[in-house]
């Protein structure tokens, strides 16, 4: 079973001010996932504190497998996801965050100003997802097919050859 967190974070959404569509595709997709079951989520304004906060208490006392987050991964001043991630995690994995952005530069130039990171806390990998549904359904098709297997090496470790 793969346990996930889905954290949307955004000014607006927190307010309720804003329909939380990103993180409704994003529950949507990964029930695709065999044996992947959504445990919590939540709705958080743009502040790196609450951001890291939040990450830190799924990873380390609720455990979850998976968080993805949405939102606050762009250019603007308070898109700060990806510092508050930085300050959380122990491992970047470069190689999931790179395939984000090179799908999203097939639909669109502005794909190049995502920033999201992705990394490992423990035995919780957490991806920043950028704030569009369009731009999560598109990401998220890219790396669907690696999660599981992500979310194993960490949990179990590698197997043998």
């Known amino acids: 079973m793969i346990t996930i967190g889905v954290l949307t974070i955004s000014d607006s959404g927190a307010k309720g001010a804003r329909e939380d569509t990103s993180g ?20 958080v304004p743009d502040e790196r504190e609450l951001i890291e906060v939040t990450l830190r208490e799924w990873s380390d006392e609720k455990s979850l497998n998976l968080i993805l987050t949405t939102g ?3 250019l603007a001043p308070r898109d700060v996801t990806p510092e508050a991630t930085k300050a959380v995690i122990e491992r970047e994995a470069p190689g999931i965050a790179e395939a984000m952005r090179a799908v999203s530069l097939q639909h669109t130039p502005f794909g190049m100003l995502s920033r999201g990171v992705v990394g490992t806390r423990g035995h919780t990998l957490i991806v920043n997802l950028p704030g569009s549904p369009k731009a999560v359904k598109e990401c998220l098709e890219c790396i669907l097919p690696v999660l599981p297997h992500a979310v194993n090496l960490l ?6 050859h």
Request: aromatic fraction near 0%; avoid cysteine.
């Open 24 to 43: 409704e595709t994003i529950r949507a997709m990964v029930t695709q996932m065999h044996g992947a079951i959504i445990e919590t989520g939540a709705i």
């Open 155 to 160: 949990t179990e470790g590698p197997k043998e």
């Open 72 to 74: 606050g991964t762009g």
